[in-house]
């Protein structure tokens, strides 16, 4: 069964402080990994998608890395703004659903 | 690029009564979209995938009597929730799909049912 772990649950960071957000999965096979930010009461923001192992992706104080086990989301002098609960997904070959992680809570205190 | 809108962004309806939730794919075709639910602080969870023209494929435990899911266009899905009851009060999300990757998802709307 296709899995997705995220951790910490919760993060507190001050700002200007970097810091990683870990997504690990299972699935047999990877048609891509995804990162979502969702704020409270609204729906989740694409940020990115990323195919093989290698793989980065970069956009403003965010960077996503992929390894064959495990995705990292970086983020670099982190800003109040940035405050969200970030949401990893995967999908398997040939599926059209993703298998979504539980989620980061990230907040950055000013 | 890939806007997703959904209306109403807030409803609240009585124990009993259907309520009807548009999702809208603005700028593209989505050939699939797709319905969850979300709980306060819990993840998404994924009730059905429509791609236009067909029957949705409801995930395992979601009554299918319950939540019909249309989606006649490449532009519109729409979910009722017939007979509503106060357990069915949640945050719907609707995503679309033009290319069977990346999915755009929608603001979400707020059911309450008293």
């Known amino acids: 069964e296709d899995q997705v772990t995220q951790s910490p649950e919760a993060l507190r960071l001050q700002e200007g402080e970097s810091s990683s957000l870990n997504c690990s999965y299972t699935?047999?096979?990877?048609?891509?990994l995804f990162w979502y930010r969702q704020d409270p009461g609204k729906g989740p923001e694409f940020l990115f998608t990323l195919y093989s192992a290698g793989e980065e992706k970069e956009k403003e104080r965010l960077k996503a890395t992929l390894t064959k086990k495990e995705s990292f989301l970086h983020i670099t002098a982190p800003k109040p703004e940035d405050s969200a609960t970030y949401l990893c997904?995967?999908?398997?070959?040939?599926?059209?659903?993703?298998?979504f992680g539980q989620g980061t809570r990230l907040t950055i205190n000013p | 690029g890939a806007v997703v809108s959904q209306h109403p962004s807030r409803v609240i309806c009585k124990s009993g009564t259907s309520v009807k939730i548009e999702c809208r794919s603005l700028d593209f075709q989505a050939t699939t979209m797709f319905w969850y639910r979300q709980f306060p602080k819990q993840s998404l969870m994924l009730m059905a995938t429509?791609?236009?023209?067909?029957?949705?494929?409801?995930e395992q435990g979601v009554e299918k009597d319950k939540f019909l899911i249309n989606h006649a266009s490449l532009t519109l899905s729409t979910l009722t929730v017939t007979s509503a009851h106060p357990e069915d009060s949640s945050f719907y999300i609707c995503?679309?799909?033009?290319?069977?990757?990346?999915?755009?998802f929608g603001p979400g709307t707020r059911l309450t049912v008293t």
């Open positions: 995503s679309a799909s033009a290319s069977r990757v990346e999915q755009y």
């Open positions: 699935v047999s096979g990877l048609r891509g």
């Open positions: 429509s791609n236009e023209g067909s029957k949705a494929t409801y």
């Open positions: 997904a995967v999908q398997a070959p040939g599926a059209q659903k993703l298998v």
